[in-house]
């Protein structure tokens, strides 16, 4: 037997992250205690999860062990908390890996070698370890703009202490080339950015350069500054290094003098994670002057209390230095970073022809509702639509129909079989124009996932090329009669990339990583 087709023996407690693979092929041992099993999320779970308890969880296998194959997927936020097979699995708002896991090939297949092992080898002696300060804080990496107060109502002298307590914060921080990188924009009557993410990799530089920002004064124009960064701030030009949580810590002394929902809107779409420090926040007699009470929760990332931090004044603030450091980072709870899981509008070209049956047409709503599951369905993340066709079109629900996840699923396990003939071209260009035009300057980017069992009556080409030259990356999921020429016809490049083939609709589920894996990748590269 091929050794490369032999399952990896793992334990118990072997956990994704253990295994360094794309994709895998395991066998997990038999009298697996549930108790011992420590799972994050629900059918894709957080790599840091035991691989043989997310299988059993999942309904792969029992306690009584069997082969398993692991598919590695990116990081995600917001891993739910599921019971399912006897495992209560656990929440997580965020980790940095994730995978599933479908039936192993063969329940019979012969197993040599060892099993991996996540226990570390005994030394005898406790290893010293000698941080390279020049690296930094390598758990803390983040891209971090502090927009400081440089308004009349701080005054020179408490814009002297703002600036002493950045300076503590910078240094606990643990700037460094592979930690975190730090830069200074002045809010006043006109933002100004005082050093970029790319001027100094050292805590030491920066507290120097923070020493030597000057005081602007004029009005406190917040917003006109919040907005302002987030758009000019973050780019590659300046030093933003691509994958890293971007982050704006808005020092407000007092209350802004300028409108501030438009650069919250902003900020959250252009992924970036804004946190509020208020010192001085007005009094009641002072909110008649305040001209909208609701500042803060209108610029920060969410309204929760991990993105505000107040301060009672500029006087002895050294006790707040370490938690405002563990908050910056904490990065499993940046919600706004964007991802492929919550930047991304996904269409599904759903085939209602009579040849695919009302039992197979419900295979593939659940195909495409696993897919869903797997999305940050929101009012400024991922959208999702979906299409029914056969010689005719039928839009079953459109990007802004439905901002909550939840809806989105009861929806698709309601949509009705049409049965009819075949126009997959035809459907293709109904899509683009009806579906994806009216969300042609989203943020998003935009991908169409085609759904086939048969030979199309008409061209697929044309009305594919035109859909990818208008910006939308295509999948085609070819079941049964679906000719592989028409997949590939569909399918974006590279084209072995984006073409699916099953041969029959229970295959579909198998195919769900992948599809997930080249929305994903597609997002990645395009970021770059």
């Not at 840091?48 to 309904?59: E, M, N, Q, R, T």
């Not at 192993?104 to 290893?127: D, F, L, N, Y």
Request: proline residues 4%; hydrophobic residues 40%; charged residues 20%.
């Amino acid at each position: 037997m091929d050794r490369q087709q032999v399952p990896i023996a793992i334990t118990c407690l072997t956990r994704g992250l253990d295994i360094r693979k794309e994709k895998a092929d395991v066998l997990c041992p038999g009298g697996c205690s549930l108790e011992e099993f420590s799972v994050f999320g629900n059918v894709v779970y957080a790599s840091v999860s035991s691989i043989c308890g997310a299988a059993v969880h999942k309904g792969v296998i029992s306690t009584s062990g069997g082969p398993v194959r692991i598919y590695s997927l990116p990081g995600r936020e917001n891993y739910s908390s599921v019971e399912a097979n006897g495992i209560q699995s656990q929440m997580l708002s965020r980790w940095s890996s994730s995978f599933t896991v479908t039936e192993g090939k063969s329940a019979a297949q012969e197993v040599t070698g060892q099993a991996v092992s996540t226990a570390r080898p005994s030394t005898g002696k406790r290893q010293k370890k000698t941080p390279d300060k020049k690296a930094g804080n390598k758990d803390c990496k983040a891209d971090i703009a502090f927009m400081i107060d440089g308004s009349f109502n701080i005054g020179q002298r408490r814009f002297n202490l703002q600036k002493n307590f950045i300076g503590k914060v910078a240094l606990m921080l643990g700037i460094g080339t592979e930690g975190p990188h730090v830069g200074i924009v002045q809010a006043s009557e006109h933002p100004k950015i005082e050093f970029y993410l790319k001027n100094f990799t050292s805590a030491k530089d920066v507290v120097l350069a923070i020493k030597e920002v000057g005081f602007r004064g004029g009005n406190s124009n917040t917003g006109k500054a919040l907005k302002y960064t987030a758009e000019k701030f973050f780019t590659p030009e300046t030093g933003m290094r691509k994958g890293l949580p971007k982050v704006v810590v808005v020092f407000i002394d007092g209350w802004p003098s300028d409108d501030v929902e438009e650069a919250g809107i902003v900020a959250r779409e252009f992924g970036v994670n804004v946190f509020v420090v208020s010192v001085n926040k007005p009094i009641p007699e002072e909110l008649g002057m305040v001209k909208d009470v609701a500042f803060i929760d209108k610029m920060v990332c969410r309204n929760t209390d991990f993105f505000t931090y107040n301060m009672p004044n500029w006087f002895s603030t050294t006790k707040y230095v370490k938690p405002l450091v563990q908050k910056l980072c904490t990065h499993e709870q940046m919600l706004c970073s964007k991802t492929c899981y919550n930047s991304v509008n996904i269409a599904f070209l759903i085939d209602g022809s009579s040849s695919v049956g009302e039992s197979n047409f419900q295979l593939e709503l659940q195909f495409a509702a696993n897919i869903v599951k797997m999305f940050e369905v929101s009012d400024i993340g991922t959208k999702i639509a979906a299409v029914q066709f056969t010689y005719d079109q039928r839009i079953e629900f459109n990007f802004n129909d439905y901002n909550v996840k939840e809806n989105i699923l009861e929806v698709i396990s309601n949509i009705r079989y049409m049965s009819g003939g075949t126009a997959t071209g035809e459907a293709i260009a109904f899509t683009m124009r009806s579906v994806f035009g009216p969300v042609r300057d989203s943020p998003n980017k935009n991908f169409l996932v085609v759904i086939t069992d048969g030979q199309s009556y008409d061209d697929v080409l044309g009305p594919a090329a035109a859909a990818q030259d208008a910006g939308i990356t295509i999948f085609s999921v070819g079941v049964a009669w679906a000719p592989l020429d028409d997949l590939k016809d569909m399918a974006s490049k590279p084209k072995e990339e984006h073409s699916f083939f099953t041969k029959e609709f229970t295959g579909l589920e198998a195919l769900i990583p992948d599809v997930i894996r080249g929305i994903c990748g597609d997002f990645v590269a395009s970021q770059q």
